[in-house]
Every structure is written in C-alpha cells, then in structure tokens.
C-alpha cells in the first residue's frame, strides 16, 4: 500500500534549527513536496524534490533520498512565526498526493 | 481576486438539507480537486478534474457530488450528509496533469463544514 510516515509533534526553540523527517512508500514516484499549514489556514507550498539531494530556499532546505523513500525539512533560524503543521506529500505514479498526517511544530521563546 | 477562492467560509447543516460548496482559481490551471481535511488524519482525496473531466474518484459516497463545469469552477453539492463529515474541505488547483513541471497544488481556505 500507500503510506507516509512524520512525527506528530515537535518542539523547537526560537532561533535554533529544527528537522522533520518524511519515509514514504509509494506506487511510483513523480516527486516529494512539503507544505506548511498555519492553524484555520489553508496548506502553502514550500519545497519540491525530485533528484536525490538537498535543495535550498533560504531558511528552509529540502533533502530527498529516493533509494531511502526519505526526506526531510530543515528550518533554521526559527521565528514564532514558523509555528505550524507541516506537511509531507509524495506523488505517485498517477500524478496523485499521497499526504502525510503532518507534524506541528511548536517554537517556545 | 486572485488565487484560489472557496465559499462559504463555514456552513452547518441538518442531515436532510441540500448545500453546496463553490470554488474558484484564477491561475490558469486546468487540474482541480477536492479534499477532506479531519483533525490529525492525512488529507484525503476525494475527486480529481482534469481539464473538466473527472480522473480520480477515490470512493467517495455518492452523498457527494462534483461538478466541473469549466476549468475554473468546481462545485461540490452535499446532500443528507452524515455527522463524520464535518470536516474542512479543501479545494486546489495545479496545472494539468500532462504539462509537466512540478504540478504543485495551490489551496483556496477551505470550507469548515459542521453536519448536525
């Protein structure tokens, strides 16, 4: 079957960095994306992997292992504002997301 | 208005009431789905239009009806709804699913739903 497997809950400090792990297993892979969702809000896009690798976007990094079916979202310098769910998503071969049950992170001053 | 829009915002209803859901994109996109969002459950798929044509169906009761009738609306009609579907339902649009690139999805705000 399907499944995407993150924490449910993590907790950071403000200003420090904090990663969210993501396994996936999936019929076919077309790529991995994570979203952020703040609480009452719609989910935002934040990163796309498809190669094998790290990719950066300022605060946020993305890192995508396919042999692994792993990934995982690094936040540094954290901000109360960063205080969300976030979501791990893979496609599968039918152009579909497969959804993680996301993982709220916590920031503590 | 840009973006993805959804209304209403909130909606209760009575088990035997007929509502409907009405969502807008104005990106240009050519896929749109409905999603169900439940507390601490993954998001679920519901239906899939691709170039107003539904693809994807993932065993939605029939309680739930789309309608696509162009690329940029899409409806979701609700009739004699059970109370475990109070949820937020969630619209979003990409690209067509034959254009390739990334298809990430963009998400309107949702509509909170309460089935008394």
């Known amino acids: 079957g399907q499944n995407i497997d993150q924490p449910t809950e993590m907790t950071a400090t403000e200003g420090a960095i904090v990663q969210i792990n993501c396994t996936y297993q999936t019929s076919g892979f077309n790529g991995l994306f994570w979203y952020q969702q703040h609480a009452g809000e719609a989910p935002t896009f934040l990163s796309y992997?498809?190669l094998d690798g790290l990719e950066e976007k300022g605060r946020f990094s993305s890192f995508l292992s396919r042999s692994k079916g792993y990934s995982y979202l690094l936040l540094k310098e954290l901000q109360m504002k960063d205080s969300a769910s976030y979501l791990c998503a893979a496609m599968d071969s039918n152009y579909q997301l497969i959804w993680g049950a996301g993982t709220k992170l916590i920031i503590k001053p | 208005e840009t973006g993805v829009t959804q209304t209403p915002r909130h909606l209760v209803m009575g088990m035997t009431n007929k509502k409907s859901l009405k969502c807008e994109q104005h990106?240009?996109?050519?896929?749109m789905y409905w999603y169900k969002q439940s507390a601490k459950k993954p998001l679920e798929l519901m239906f899939v239009y691709n170039f107003k044509e539904q693809t994807e169906n993932n065993s939605v009761p029939s309680r739930f009806s789309p309608e696509c009738p162009n690329s940029s609306h899409l409806f979701l009609h609700l009739h004699t709804l059970q109370p475990e579907d109070s949820a937020l339902y969630l619209c979003?649009?990409?690209?067509?699913?034959?254009?390739?690139?990334?298809?990430?999805?963009?998400f309107g705000p949702g509509t909170r739903l309460t089935v008394t």
């Open positions: 992997n498809v």
């Open positions: 979003a649009s990409s690209q067509d699913l034959l254009a390739g690139g990334t298809y990430e999805q963009y």
């Open positions: 990106l240009g996109h050519n896929a």
